[in-house]
C-alpha cells in the first residue's frame, strides 16, 4: 500500500479506490495513517454484498460482514462502500430480490449513522458470475427508487454499460442514484474474463459519456478500474520489476485520460479487475 501511495502522488493522483483485502493485514488505524501521510484519500472501499449465498456465506454472515464494511469506510475516510449482491444462488428472482432489499433496508440506518453511501453495482448479464443479478441499469433504478433511502444509490461502471446503445438517454434517469463511476475501455463488449483495457486501448464512447455525466451535474468520483499489464523495463528482468513498470505506466495512461475526459480534478484510480467468483 505504501508504495502504491508513493506512485499515486508522483502522478498527481489524490485519491484512490481501495480493495478490502488490501488493507485487511493492517490495524485500520496504520492504513489511515499511510493514507493521511500521503494526501491520498478513499474514494471507495470494494466490497460487501453476497446477500444471496451464493458465495458460501450465510445470509446473517453477509449482514455482518457488510456491517464491519461500513465501519472500515468510516475508519478509512470514505463514504462510499460498493455493493455486489451475489448471483441467484438458486434462489427464484423475486427472492433473490427480496433477500438484496432486507439486507440493504437493514444496513441503511447504520450505513447513515456512518456517514457512508451504499453503491449497488449493477453487471452485464455476460460479466456477472459470482457478482449480481441486477443487469440493466433502469431494473437498478427502479430498485433503488423502491427502497428510497438517500444512502443507497448505484454505482455505474461504464466497462459494464459503455457500449449499452440507449445508455445516454437513459443517464437523465439514474443521475441522481449515482454515486460513483467506474472507468475502463474493452472491445466488443464485456466478457466473462474481465479484460478491462485503459480508456482509449478499446472501442467505448467514454469522452462522450463523460461529458454527457458532467453535463447532467455528476461531480462524484471517477475511479479508473482497469488491469495493469506487466511491462518489460529495460535492464531489468525481473517478475516485480516488470509489475511496477505496468503500474506506472497505468499511472500515465489514467492520467492522460483524466485530462482528455474534462475531469475538473484527477479522479480515483483502482488497478483492481471487478470482483471473479469467489474472490
Known amino acids: 500500500l505504501a508504495k502504491e501511495l508513493d506512485a499515486l502522488g508522483s502522478y498527481g493522483f489524490d485519491a484512490l479506490s481501495v480493495w478490502r483485502p488490501k488493507v485487511s493485514d493492517l490495524p485500520q488505524s496504520?492504513?489511515?495513517?499511510?493514507?493521511?501521510?500521503?494526501?491520498?484519500?478513499?474514494?471507495?472501499?470494494?466490497?460487501?454484498?453476497?446477500?444471496?449465498?451464493?458465495?458460501?456465506?450465510?445470509?446473517?454472515?453477509?449482514?455482518?460482514?457488510?456491517?464491519?464494511?461500513?465501519?472500515?469506510?468510516?475508519?478509512?475516510?470514505?463514504?462510499?462502500?460498493?455493493?455486489?449482491?451475489?448471483?441467484?444462488?438458486?434462489?427464484?428472482?423475486?427472492?433473490?430480490?427480496?433477500?438484496?432489499?432486507?439486507?440493504?433496508?437493514?444496513?441503511?440506518?447504520?450505513?447513515?449513522?456512518?456517514?457512508?453511501?451504499?453503491a449497488?453495482?449493477?453487471?452485464?448479464?455476460?460479466?456477472?458470475?459470482?457478482?449480481?443479478?441486477?443487469?440493466?441499469?433502469?431494473?437498478?433504478?427502479?430498485?433503488?427508487?423502491?427502497?428510497?433511502?438517500?444512502?443507497?444509490?448505484?454505482?455505474?461502471?461504464?466497462?459494464?454499460?459503455?457500449?449499452?446503445?440507449?445508455?445516454?438517454?437513459?443517464?437523465?434517469?439514474?443521475?441522481?442514484?449515482?454515486?460513483?463511476v467506474s472507468l475502463a475501455d474493452c472491445r466488443g463488449g464485456p466478457t466473462a474474463d474481465h479484460d478491462r483495457l485503459a480508456p482509449g486501448d478499446g472501442t467505448l464512447p467514454l469522452e462522450r459519456i463523460m461529458k454527457a455525466l458532467v453535463d447532467l451535474g455528476f461531480d462524484g468520483d471517477v475511479e479508473f478500474e482497469f488491469v495493469a499489464e506487466p511491462v518489460d523495463p529495460p535492464r531489468q528482468g525481473s517478475a516485480d520489476a516488470s509489475l511496477a513498470a505496468g503500474y506506472h505506466e497505468a499511472l500515465k495512461k489514467a492520467r492522460k485520460a483524466a485530462r482528455r475526459y474534462g475531469c475538473l480534478s484527477l479522479p480515483a484510480f483502482g488497478k483492481l479487475p471487478a470482483p471473479a467468483p469467489g474472490r
Do not use: M, Y
Open 30 to 118: 496504520e492504513a489511515r495513517r499511510l493514507l493521511d501521510a500521503a494526501g491520498v484519500r478513499v474514494s471507495s472501499l470494494q466490497w460487501a454484498g453476497g446477500f444471496t449465498g451464493s458465495d458460501g456465506r450465510t445470509f446473517r454472515e453477509s449482514l455482518t460482514d457488510a456491517g464491519d464494511a461500513i465501519c472500515e469506510a468510516a475508519e478509512l475516510g470514505t463514504d462510499t462502500l460498493l455493493i455486489h449482491t451475489g448471483c441467484r444462488g438458486g434462489h427464484t428472482l423475486s427472492h433473490a430480490r427480496r433477500l438484496v432489499q432486507e439486507s440493504l433496508e437493514r444496513l441503511a440506518p447504520i450505513a447513515e449513522e456512518h456517514g457512508v453511501r451504499l
Open 120 to 180: 449497488l453495482k449493477p453487471t452485464h448479464p455476460a460479466a456477472s458470475s459470482g457478482c449480481g443479478f441486477f443487469n440493466q441499469l433502469v431494473e437498478a433504478r427502479q430498485f433503488v427508487d423502491a427502497i428510497g433511502h438517500p444512502f443507497i444509490g448505484l454505482a455505474l461502471d461504464l466497462w459494464h454499460f459503455g457500449a449499452q446503445r440507449d445508455l445516454l438517454s437513459l443517464l437523465p434517469s439514474i443521475i441522481r442514484h449515482v454515486i460513483v
